[in-house]
């Protein structure tokens, strides 16, 4: 359980009748992130960095040429220079290099979300640019759902009306508020429908 006591420090106010219960962040990297992070180093490392590596390292062109490669709109030949693919091959590792960076902005800016269950509210804090809060009014609560493993999992709240908050591009995907790869999702779901269970609607 991530702990704070400084609710101003997070960029979120409690609301004079509310009251923190539960307070936590993630703790896995999202899937779809590994995914990504390992298909652009098969992709750009595999089909291109290695393969101009191995051809500045040998002066035979005719791998690439085997492969069918384009460079500038043409296709590798004998008669294409070392210097053409070395040149392509820093082009190359840029891309590379502009993919890790966001990446790992983007999963820097996933990791430090904060998630908070008040006597109220649901509230997602993402301290980090493009800063924003999102809270959801608990009484409009619907249904919890869990996926994940009991250690680690995920909860994604279902309520009538839509979260409120603030912060850019917070209202550009419409969907439900998660809280992410947090510790024991479980313990965490029965304690929001012990303090909410009631407004849960029955199919």
Do not use: C
């Amino acid at each position: 359980m991530f702990e704070s006591s400084n609710q101003g420090g997070l960029g979120f106010q409690l609301l004079s009748d509310e009251k923190q219960i539960w307070s936590d962040k993630p703790h896995k990297i999202p899937l779809f992130i590994t995914a990504y992070f390992v298909f652009i180093i098969l992709f750009l490392g595999g089909f291109f960095i290695l393969p101009m590596t191995l051809v500045l390292i040998t002066k035979d062109v005719s791998y690439l040429a085997n492969m069918n490669m384009q460079i500038n709109g043409n296709m590798v030949s004998s008669d294409t220079s070392l210097d053409t693919i070395r040149f392509a091959l820093i082009g190359v590792i840029i891309l590379f290099a502009i993919h890790i960076l966001l990446v790992s902005w983007y999963l820097r800016f996933r990791m430090s979300e904060i998630y908070v269950i008040t006597t109220k509210r649901g509230i997602l804090v993402r301290p980090l640019f493009p800063k924003a809060i999102i809270s959801l009014n608990l009484q409009n609560l619907t249904s919890v759902s869990r996926s994940g493993g009991k250690h680690v999992g995920t909860l994604t709240f279902h309520a009538r009306g839509e979260v409120a908050g603030t912060g850019l591009f917070r209202n550009i995907f419409k969907r439900p508020l998660s809280f992410l790869n947090i510790n024991t999702p479980e313990k965490v779901e029965n304690l929001i429908l012990q303090h909410f269970g009631s407004n849960k609607e029955v199919p």
